[in-house]
């Protein structure tokens, strides 16, 4: 059972899913309200500090783009500065970077440490790709981790109390994935969407919101009781408009 939430000023619509009958034109049809508008970007964010407990972070998040490279990796590097439990995946098939053209992508499997990618990318074109950012990103995330992961293979990894995705199709395959796998724990799950580009300037700023809104979350005594006031806070004080819904392990 999935439980779909637009968050216009009204009060929240709650959406009864099947389990099994779950697909992605239906989720965005639910959504399509609530799909992020366009507004002139807010400076004073970068400066918003949370105020939190003096305890350990209670929840633990997961971070999902499309490769695991610029979306995902941003909010995963800004979270495990601040000490929260996080993690962050990809939903695609292979991992794409951008290269000499757009039909000229470099694509590799996920598993291949940013290191290698590093390596080749500069040996192809050292000037190219730290003019474009992806040398300085990819540097980034090595310093994060050993290599981009794929959402649809982390079983192994346990569960999540919060997953953020930056696009909603990947929140469509988030919630896919989730509804076929067995549901035995009943552990509630909280998939939001922030709609972010795909551009480094953008990851930096979707990064800066997403750990302001775990902070939110990881203040909390339990997400469950107020969700409806953070997400409604949120999108009031950052004018961005949320997708969210909760599933279960």
């Given amino acids: 059972m999935c439980l779909l939430f637009h968050s216009p000023k009204t009060p929240p619509l709650l959406l009864l899913k099947s389990l099994f009958k779950h697909s992605s034109p239906r989720l965005r049809d639910a959504g399509a309200n609530s799909r992020t508008c366009s507004y002139q ?28 490279q610029n979306r995902s990796m ?17 939903t695609g098939q292979h991992v794409k970077l951008p290269g000499p053209s757009i039909r000229e992508p ?12 590093f390596d080749d990318l500069r040996r192809k074109d050292v ?5 474009n950012g992806i040398l300085p990103m990819l540097k980034r995330n090595l310093g ?12 192994a990894d346990g569960p999540f109390d919060v997953v953020i995705t930056f696009e909603e199709k990947v929140f469509d395959l988030v919630l896919e994935d ?3 796998r067995n549901q035995v724990l009943l552990k509630p799950v909280l998939v939001i969407n922030l709609e972010v580009k795909d551009n480094h300037e953008e990851a930096a700023i979707g990064g ?8 939110e979350l990881d203040a909390t005594e339990n997400w469950e009781d107020t969700i409806d006031d953070i997400i ?3 999108e009031k004080q950052h004018r961005r408009k949320l997708l969210y819904s909760i599933s279960f392990y």
């Fill in 106 to 117: 470099n694509v590799y499997d996920f598993g291949t440490p940013y290191k290698q990618m």
């Fill in 41 to 68: 970007r807010i400076r004073f964010i970068w400066n918003t500090r949370v105020a939190l407990p003096e305890s350990v972070m209670k929840l633990r998040y997961a971070m999902v783009c499309s490769s695991n």
């Fill in 232 to 234: 409604n806070n949120f």
């Fill in 178 to 180: 989730l509804h076929n």
């Fill in 208 to 215: 800066r919101l997403a750990l302001i809104l775990c902070q």
């Fill in 74 to 90: 941003e909010s995963h590097f800004l979270l495990k500065r601040e000490g929260f439990d996080v993690a962050s995946y990809g």
């Fill in 127 to 131: 000037e190219l790709y730290k003019r």
């Fill in 144 to 155: 994060v981790k050993l290599a981009p992961q794929r959402w649809q293979d982390n079983a």
